[in-house]
C-alpha cells in the first residue's frame, strides 16, 4: 500500500508520540511511504520553530531526515491537483496522492480530514491506519 504520512504525524513522532510503531511500519514489506521535496521542508520548517526547540533536539530532527532518506520513496514532479480545500498549502498533499496514486493519506489535520477521499486516496487519522494495518495503538 502507498502512504503519504502529512507533517503533523512527522512531528509527533519527533515528540515521541508512537515511535516504536513508527519503526514497525517501515518494516512492513507492504507498506511504502512517499515524501517529496515540499513536505521534507514542511517537515524542517515546522520541527526548526521556537516552540519545538526546547522539546526536539536538532540531533533527533537529523536521525528523523536520516529515517526518511533511508526508508521512504520520493516523488517529484507532480502537477498541481484541482481541489476543494480549506487550507491551500496542503494541497500538494493532494496532488502528491494524485501522482502516486496513493491509497492513504494520514493526518491529523481537521482540513483535510475533513474530505475523506480525494480520488480514490483515503484521507484518515494515524489511529485509523493503525488499525488498517492491525498493529493496535
Known sequence: MKVILD??????FLLGKRL????????????E???????????????FRPKFSKIISTEAILD???????TCKR??????AEAAI??????????????????????????????KNHLGTQIITFSEFINILNLGS
Open 7 to 12: 507533517t503533523n504525524i512527522w512531528i509527533s
Open 20 to 31: 516504536a510503531i513508527l519503526k514497525t511500519v517501515f518494516e512492513r514489506d507492504d507498506v
Open 33 to 47: 511511504v512517499y515524501v517529496s521535496e515540499e513536505l521534507l521542508n514542511e517537515i524542517k520548517d515546522v520541527a
Open 64 to 70: 528523523l531526515l536520516l529515517l526518511i532518506d533511508a
Open 75 to 80: 516523488i517529484e514532479g507532480y502537477k498541481d
Open 86 to 115: 480549506r487550507d491551500n498549502k496542503d494541497l500538494y498533499l493532494l496532488s502528491m496522492a494524485e501522482a502516486i496514486p496513493a491509497d492513504y493519506l494520514v493526518s491529523g489535520d481537521k482540513d483535510l480530514l475533513v474530505l
